[in-house]
């Protein structure tokens, strides 16, 4: 795992331990590792989809979706271009990720690479130190572009 990576799984995490609540209920199996969504994106980032990774169910949180993004833009300082076009790991609340997709785009898609961030993730999670995001996707891009750009300004103060 690459520097840049590493980076956004520890930023994650500590904007996870704020975003989660219990109480989420599925209401269908709709989400299956290996599918390709469609989401509501921000703006600019109409052509961004969704991998479903992993799906665990936590006494405390629900079923969590673990999902990848692609083709987002999120400004972030610690990389030589400056912008990082995916997310490799991102766990959701069930109805989080059911209000943000819009259209299935593939069912049987082979499921990239993600244990590593996955494991960081678990161990943190179980410690009480992670947690799931709550909110739709397209808030959780948001936030993760807002912890990338805070990140910075703590490590050059």
Known sequence: MDLTSSVVIGLAVVVL????????????????????????????????????????????????VHIRLNDINVINPNIPAGVSHEAEHLPMKWASLDSSVTTLISADHTVPPFMDGY????????????????????????????AMSNAIQVIEE
């Open 17 to 64: 331990s704020s975003c989660t609540s219990s109480g989420d209920k599925p209401s269908t199996e709709k989400f299956i590792p290996g599918q390709v969504w469609h989401y509501d994106t921000r703006p600019g980032e109409e052509g961004s989809t969704l991998t479903i990774l992993k799906i665990d169910s936590f006494p405390e949180d629900g079923k969590i």
């Open 119 to 146: 494991k960081l993730w678990r161990d943190a999670y179980e410690k009480d130190s992670a947690g799931v995001f709550n909110v739709n996707v397209k808030v959780t891009v948001q936030y993760l572009e807002e």
